[in-house]
């Protein structure tokens, strides 16, 4: 039997509604789709959507700027002063060449143009002779070999230093040394080459030496210069013979002087000094002239009163 007090089963009749007030009907909410109601990414740019609970906001329509944008401004250059001929001072002028009227001159404050300094000229390398010039040099020397004394074929004056002699020789004998002319097939060519060579070494072995030299010097200065221009064998015996000579009149030319000398000497060069004075002496009563007795005589004097004056005695008689 059901309880009068339970109604859970039994339907109520639905209450009056009162006058004027419309009746709702509960509305039924559709069935959700979860892959549409996951949230999305923004776009970039797109209008962002309403909070929820808030009602949308209406487009703000684009605003024009009130500062129109400026143009870029061109850089202003001066222009160039012009310079009055012969006045150093300058002129403003406007931009398209007139001067500027009113304006007063204005001086430059340029610094005067400086032209520029040029370089000083390198010094000119000595030319090479050519292939043409060396031969015609060469045949020149060989035509007029008979002609040309030592000095002339080396090409110097009669006063050149030794140093100079050597240098000239160097020069001459590398250019015309057969080695550099051996493959030539023009025999000519060769024939010059070997008889310019030959006088060039022969013009050096007699002016190297101060003894043919000075010999050589005398015979092409004198009479019989075109039968001297070479250095026969005859020049040097007579240049060994001079030598010796001279060498003799040195020593001196008597035989006890010579003697004495010698025995002079020998005792200056062991130091006794007193024998060496006495025997000089001795060698100059035969000679009395001789140059060398006599600076040996004032030597041997000299080293005599120095070892006299060491020894401390009171008085020297000579």
Do not use: C, W
Request: glycine fraction near 6%.
């Amino acid at each position: 039997m059901a309880d009068p007090k339970d109604n859970s089963s039994t339907p109520k009749a639905p209450s009056p509604t009162p006058a004027g007030i419309p009746r709702l009907t509960p509305a039924v909410p559709e069935p959700v789709d979860p892959a549409a109601s996951a949230p999305r990414a923004p776009v970039a740019g797109a209008p962002r959507p309403p909070a929820a609970g808030l009602p949308a906001m209406p487009a703000v329509p684009k605003v024009a700027p009130l500062v129109p944008p400026v143009p870029p401004v061109p850089p202003v250059r001066p222009p160039p002063p012009a310079r009055t001929a012969g006045s150093g001072t300058a002129v403003p002028v406007a931009r398209g060449g007139t001067p500027v009227p009113g304006v007063p001159k204005v001086a430059s404050v340029l610094p005067p143009a400086i032209a520029p300094v040029a370089a000083p000229a390198a010094p000119l390398a000595p030319a090479v002779p050519t292939a043409l010039e060396e031969r015609a040099e060469l045949e020149r020397l060989f035509l007029g070999l008979d002609g040309l004394d030592y000095f002339e074929v080396l090409g110097l004056p009669q006063a050149a230093a030794p140093a100079d002699i050597k240098r000239a020789f160097h020069h001459l004998s590398r250019t015309y040394h057969p080695d550099r002319f051996f493959q030539s097939s023009d025999i000519a060519l060769r024939a010059q080459v070997h008889s310019v060579y030959k006088r060039v070494t022969e013009a050096y072995f007699v002016l190297r030496d101060d003894a043919r030299r000075k010999k050589y010097l005398a015979d092409v200065s004198g009479p019989d210069r075109p039968r001297k221009l070479r250095f026969d064998e005859l020049a040097e015996a007579e240049t060994k013979a001079a030598v010796k000579k001279e060498v003799a009149e040195q020593i001196g030319t008597h035989p006890k002087g010579r003697q004495f000398f010698q025995v002079g000497l020998g005792d200056l060069e062991a130091g006794r000094f007193s024998a060496a004075e006495r025997n000089i002496k001795l060698a100059l009563t035969y000679e009395p002239t001789n140059p060398l007795y006599l600076a040996k005589l004032e030597e041997a004097r000299a080293k005599s009163y120095e070892e006299f004056k060491r020894s401390g005695k009171g008085f020297r008689i000579e």
